[in-house]
Nanobody
Framework: QVQLVESGGGLVQAGGSLRLSCAASQRTFSSCVMGWFRRAPGKVPEFVATITVSGGSTYYADSVKGRFTISRDNAENTVYLQMNSLKPEDTAVYYC????????????????????WGHGTQVTVSS
């Protein structure tokens, strides 16, 4: 069982930045593929970013590519999402997700591929 706790959300003006953190409870974090998803009001959850076990590869949704950066610190059991040039349409609850993997090169973009989820952190971008 991996417990995930997100932090770093808040209210920011368009064009601003926020850094989300997701702390994991287990040392097995270092063998987990990690991902960030978001759910805007009235919309289905959508994939944002994912990172491989080692952190060597990342993948982003087109809507955030070039603005968001996912990274991880396996020594601190933490994954980050640096969000720059924020837009009002980035307003959502952001969730981190984890799934244990035997592959160092895998990353996942679908909700169903993740077994563990945090409770989310609200990000609101005002225009």
């Amino acid at each position: 069982q991996v417990q995930l706790v997100e932090s770093g959300g808040g209210l920011v003006q368009a064009g601003g930045s926020l850094r989300l953190s997701c702390a994991a409870s287990q040392r097995t974090f270092s063998s987990c593929v990690m991902g960030w998803f978001r759910r805007a009001p009235g919309k289905v959850p959508e994939f944002v970013a994912t990172i491989t076990v080692s952190g060597g590869s990342t993948y982003y949704a087109d809507s955030v590519k070039g603005r968001f950066t996912i990274s991880r610190d396996n020594a601190e059991n933490t994954v980050y999402l640096q969000m720059n040039s924020l837009k009002p349409e980035d307003t959502a609850v952001y969730y981190c997700a984890a799934d244990q993997s035997d592959s160092g090169s895998s990353y996942y973009t679908r909700l169903s591929e993740y077994d563990y989820w945090g409770h989310g952190t609200q990000v609101t971008v005002s225009s």
